[in-house]
Nanobody, 118 residues
Framework: QVQLVESGGGLAQPGGSLRLSCAAS????????MGWYRQPPGKQRELVAT???????NYVDSVKGRFTISRDNAKNTMYLQMSSLKPEDTAVYYC????????????WGQGTQVTVSS
C-alpha cells in the first residue's frame, strides 16, 4: 500500500509563489508515474503535471512556464514549484501515483488547498 502526503498549500497573492511537496511512503518513483492534479471549486479534477518513471515531465498548457515538477529520489518526495500564480490556479491540489499503462492513478494523496487572492 502506497501512502502519499501533500503539504505546502496556503494563501498566495497573484504573481506569488508556492511549493507543494508530496512525500511517498516508500521507493516508488521507479515503479509509478507520478502526477499533480488539481480540482478548482465546482469543477472537475484536472491533470496539471506529470513526472514519469523514465524521468520525462509534461504540463498542461495553462501552467507551462510557471510550474515546475521535480522529485528527490533520496527523500521519496515530489515537488510542484508554482510561480506567477493566478487566481484561476485556486484549487485543491492532489499528488498521484499511477502504474504504467493504467488509465487512472492507483493512489492519491489527501489534497492540499491553494488559494490565490489579493
Amino acid at each position: 500500500q502506497v501512502q502519499l502526503v501533500e503539504s505546502g498549500g496556503g494563501l498566495a497573492q497573484p504573481g506569488g509563489s508556492l511549493r507543494l511537496s508530496c512525500a511517498a511512503s516508500g521507493t516508488i518513483f521507479s515503479i509509478y508515474d507520478m502526477g499533480w492534479y488539481r480540482q478548482p471549486p465546482g469543477k472537475q479534477r484536472e491533470l496539471v503535471a506529470t513526472f514519469t518513471r523514465g524521468g520525462s515531465t509534461n504540463y498542461v498548457d495553462s501552467v507551462k512556464g510557471r510550474f515546475t515538477i521535480s522529485r528527490d529520489n533520496a527523500k521519496n518526495t515530489m515537488y510542484l514549484q508554482m510561480s506567477s500564480l493566478k487566481p484561476e490556479d485556486t484549487a485543491v491540489y492532489y499528488c498521484s501515483a499511477r502504474r504504467a499503462y493504467m488509465p487512472y492513478p492507483d493512489y492519491w494523496g489527501q489534497g492540499t488547498q491553494v488559494t490565490v487572492s489579493s
